[in-house]
């Protein structure tokens, strides 16, 4: 049996709120803490991963929180947005991927393939005719989005003034469906 054939995906429900804080934040601060002043991500940190922030997001029908589940042990994150409008595709057309976050220990064992699955999965079920992300234009994970069937559409930039400014390039990444 391969590692990820026990991957689950557990959609969000109040009771594991503080498991969704606990690895979204640990692993954020893992993959991101160079993009911010002195390592500080409290700004990013308010702004994803409080309970004010997933009682709001909960009453959002056009997101969905996950914990992405090995065996026993929840392993890092998912959250999606069901309709949006990016680039030439209306709303009802675009999925977009907006945390897909991996605890590091876990990193470079399929799991991430396997939640692009899933999401692919989830946008096919919904007639999606594309699956749109953003990822920094430094680091791993672009490469792994290349490597998984995304190019390159355009350019963004990570949203928050006080992230360090060479750092703030982004790309918005498409994936046809």
Request: charged letters at 20%; glycine letters at 6%.
């Amino acid at each position: 049996m391969h590692i990820t054939d026990s991957l689950k995906f557990v959609e969000l429900v109040p009771n594991l709120y503080q498991t969704y804080i606990q690895i979204g934040t640990r692993a954020y601060n893992q993959h991101y803490r160079h993009l911010w002043p002195n390592g500080d991500t409290s700004t990013y940190i308010q702004y994803s991963f409080t309970k004010q922030v997933l009682d709001k997001e909960e009453l959002d029908t056009n997101t969905q929180l996950y914990l992405i589940q090995l065996e026993d042990t929840y392993v890092g994150i998912l959250k999606i947005t069901f309709d949006k409008k990016m680039m030439t595709y209306i709303e009802s057309d675009a999925l977009y991927l907006d945390k897909i976050y991996i605890l590091k220990e876990y990193s470079g064992k399929g799991i991430g393939a396997k939640c692009i699955q899933f999401i692919v999965g989830i946008a096919k079920k919904l007639s999606k005719k594309a699956i749109f992300l953003e990822s920094m234009q430094k680091g791993p994970a672009l490469s792994f989005y290349l490597a998984n069937n995304f190019t390159i559409v355009s350019n963004s930039q990570v949203p928050f003034e006080n992230v360090i400014e060479e750092e703030k390039p982004m790309y918005v990444l498409m994936k046809g469906i």
